[in-house]
C-alpha cells in the first residue's frame, strides 16, 4: 500500500523506496504525537505523502542547475557569435 502510493506520487520504484524508509522514520519519531482518536492508517499515509512530496521536491531542484547551465550554454554561445569579429548577414 505504501510503496505503491509512492511510486505513483514520485514515478520511480527506487524514489519510492526510500520515501517509504523515511516515512517509517519519521513515523517512528512522531509517534508521541500521533492523535489516537483518528485512524492511524490515514496518519500513516499523511506522512508518507509529505515524505514522496519532500523527495520529489528535491529532486527537482537538483534537475534545475543543470537547465541553467543548458540556458547558459546558449547563452554563452550566442555572446561567442555577438563579438566575433566576422559580419553579421
Known amino acids: 500500500m505504501l510503496h505503491s502510493l509512492a511510486v505513483r506520487i514520485l514515478g520511480d520504484p527506487k524514489q519510492a523506496k526510500t520515501a517509504v524508509q523515511n516515512c517509517w522514520r519519521t513515523a ?11 485512524e492511524f492508517r490515514a496518519w500513516l499515509l499523511r506522512v508518507l505523502i509529505e515524505e514522496a512530496l519532500v523527495l520529489r521536491r528535491d529532486a527537482q531542484q537538483t ?3 543543470s537547465q541553467v547551465v543548458s540556458e547558459y550554454g546558449v547563452y554563452s554561445s550566442w555572446c561567442q557569435r555577438a563579438t566575433s569579429t566576422q559580419p553579421i548577414l
Open 28 to 38: 517512528r519519531r512522531r509517534s508521541p504525537r500521533f492523535n489516537y482518536e483518528g
Open 63 to 65: 534537475a534545475k542547475p
